[in-house]
């Protein structure tokens, strides 16, 4: 196993809620595209623009394309992404 593959521990603490939770990896929809972070509610106007104002989140690997550690907790409801 890579030390990438053995970065996170696979079950940890929900830092809002503190309930079990799962690390893992959030991945963007493609090899070339990024994920995008703009604040504010999802809207229309907000998606078209986000890749001109919006800032880069995550890292891109080769392979792997767009992609950011986080973690998710199904007891809250939340996933807690690492930027």
Known sequence: ?????????????????????EAGCLYGPGMRAKLIWRAGP???WGNL???????????WGLLR???V??????????IILES
């Not at 809002?16 to 939770?21: K, M």
């Not at 550690?69 to 939340?78: N, T, Y």
Request: proline share 8%.
């Open 49 to 59: 623009v986000a890749g001109l104002f919006g800032e880069s989140v995550g890292e």
């Open 42 to 44: 999802p809207t229309f």
């Open 1 to 21: 196993m890579s030390d990438e593959a053995t970065k996170q521990p696979s079950s940890v603490k929900c830092p809002i809620c503190g309930a079990e939770a």
């Open 65 to 67: 394309g767009p992609h």
């Open 69 to 78: 550690e986080g973690v998710r907790c199904k007891a809250c409801k939340r």
